[in-house]
């Protein structure tokens, strides 16, 4: 049974906003520091975006920041990246994932739960 579940990527031009969502079944959401991650062909998975679950700390990869936005709903165990001004190089398939973390890590390694992903294609 998939514990993430991506939604909301689709085919958008370069400057439209999209907002991706994260469904959770895990029983520890609330004590998990959750993060996105993209990856596209060729390349490898790199960090997004990540949110803390005691403070709701945030961390961004810096060809995001100022464009994409984090966050989180506890209550109905859900996370979401809001993305604006997207550019076709934030074409990929981002991923969703939880680490029982307490900081906002960038680091792949430290999550230990993934999603199957949700895919994002911006047309110039």
């Known amino acids: 049974q998939a514990q993430l579940v991506e939604s909301g990527g689709g085919l958008v031009q370069a400057g439209a906003s999209l907002r991706l969502s994260c469904a959770s079944s895990?029983?520890?959401?609330?004590?998990?520091?959750m993060a996105w991650f993209r990856q596209s062909p060729g390349k490898d998975r790199e960090f997004v975006a990540a949110?803390?679950?005691?403070?709701?700390?945030?961390n961004y990869a810096d060809s995001v920041k100022g464009r994409f936005r984090i966050s989180r709903e506890d209550a109905k165990k859900m996370v979401y990246l809001e993305m604006s001004g997207l550019k076709p190089e934030d074409t990929a398939v981002y991923y969703c994932?939880?680490?029982?973390?307490?900081?906002?890590?960038?680091?792949?390694?430290?999550?230990?739960?993934w999603g199957q992903g949700t895919q994002v294609i911006v047309s110039s």
């Open positions: 994932a939880a680490g029982p973390l307490f900081l906002a890590s960038n680091n792949a390694a430290d999550f230990t739960s």
């Open positions: 895990m029983e520890t959401f609330s004590s998990q520091t």
């Open positions: 949110i803390t679950w005691h403070n709701y700390g945030t």
